[in-house]
C-alpha cells in the first residue's frame, strides 16, 4: 500500500511538473509580445460543447393558416419580427450585476467544570491508600479535576461587486417549448493585456426588447465570466510552486 501511495505521488508530480514546463515554455516563446486572441470559431463544433435539455410542457397544436389573411394566428407583430429567433441570429446581452453583501458574526462561549471524587470507606482498603500513593493523600478527595475553556469568534465580510457591460450573444439551440439556448464570448486586447467576457444560459423569447436586447438577470442558468490574462493577470497571480505547496501543506 505504501509503495502504491509513493509511486502514485510521483506519478502526479510529475505530471505537474511536465504541464508547469509547459506553460512556461509558453509563456517563454511570448515573450516581448502580445497574448494570442482565441480562435473565432463555431461554438457547436467544440469538443466541450453538448447540447442542453430542458423540462418541457405538453406539445401545443399547430395554428391554422389562412391564405386570405394578413394576420396568422399564433403570430407576435403584424410585420416580420426582426428580433432574433434561429439559430445563429445575434442578439445584445445587457449585463448589470451590482452585488453587495455585508456579513457580521460574532460568538463567545465559556465553560467551567469541576469534579472531585472521595473514598472516605472502601472495604477498610482505605487504609492502603498511604502505601500505595505518594505522600500524604486526603480519602475525602483523592481527584481532584477541574478544567475551563473560553472561545471567542469573530468573522466579518464586505463584499461590493458592480459591473456594467454589453456583449452580443449567439442563439445556439432552439427548445421545444421555444426558449433560446445563447452563448456569447468577447475578447478585448489593450496592449499586453487581454480581457475576456463570455455569458451563456437560457432566454425566453418574450423577454427580447424590440431593440433585440436581453438583459442579465433575464437568463436562467447564467453562466457569466469576466476576466482576463497577460502580464497583469500573471503578476497578480502567485506562482505555481507557491500554489502546489499551499494545496500540500498541513499548516
Not at 177 to 185: A, D, M, R, S, W
Request: some cysteine.
Amino acid at each position: 500500500m505504501r509503495h502504491f501511495f509513493i509511486t502514485s505521488s510521483l506519478i502526479a508530480a510529475s505530471s505537474l511538473m511536465l504541464t508547469a514546463c509547459a506553460s512556461t515554455l509558453d509563456k517563454l516563446e511570448q515573450v516581448g509580445q502580445q497574448p494570442p486572441l482565441s480562435k473565432v470559431e463555431d461554438p457547436v463544433s467544440r469538443p466541450t460543447y453538448q447540447p442542453m435539455t430542458w423540462p418541457m410542457p405538453d406539445a401545443t397544436p399547430e395554428h391554422k393558416k389562412y391564405a386570405n389573411s394578413l394576420w396568422q394566428p399564433g403570430s407576435r407583430a403584424f410585420f416580420r419580427d426582426q428580433r432574433a429567433s434561429r439559430v445563429g441570429d445575434i442578439l445584445k446581452v445587457k449585463i448589470e450585476i451590482k452585488d453587495k453583501a455585508e456579513l457580521d458574526n460574532q460568538t463567545e462561549r465559556s465553560r467551567d467544570s469541576q469534579e472531585n471524587v472521595g473514598a472516605p470507606d472502601v472495604y477498610g482498603l482505605e487504609t492502603l491508600f498511604g502505601t500505595i500513593t505518594p505522600g500524604s493523600p486526603n480519602k475525602e478527595s483523592l481527584f481532584d479535576i477541574s478544567g475551563s475553556t473560553t472561545n471567542d469568534g469573530e468573522g466579518k465580510v464586505e463584499r461590493e461587486e458592480k459591473i456594467e457591460t454589453e456583449i452580443a450573444a449567439l442563439i445556439t439551440q432552439v427548445l421545444p417549448n421555444g426558449n433560446y439556448v445563447i452563448e456569447g464570448t468577447q475578447e478585448i486586447r489593450v496592449n499586453y493585456e487581454i480581457r475576456e467576457i463570455s455569458v451563456a444560459g437560457v432566454i425566453r423569447p418574450e423577454d427580447i426588447n424590440s431593440e433585440n436586447t436581453v438583459d442579465s438577470s433575464q437568463i436562467a442558468q447564467a453562466r457569466i465570466n469576466y476576466g482576463g490574462r497577460g502580464q497583469l493577470m500573471d503578476m497578480q497571480q502567485p506562482r505555481w510552486g507557491h500554489q502546489v505547496i499551499d494545496v500540500l501543506s498541513p499548516f
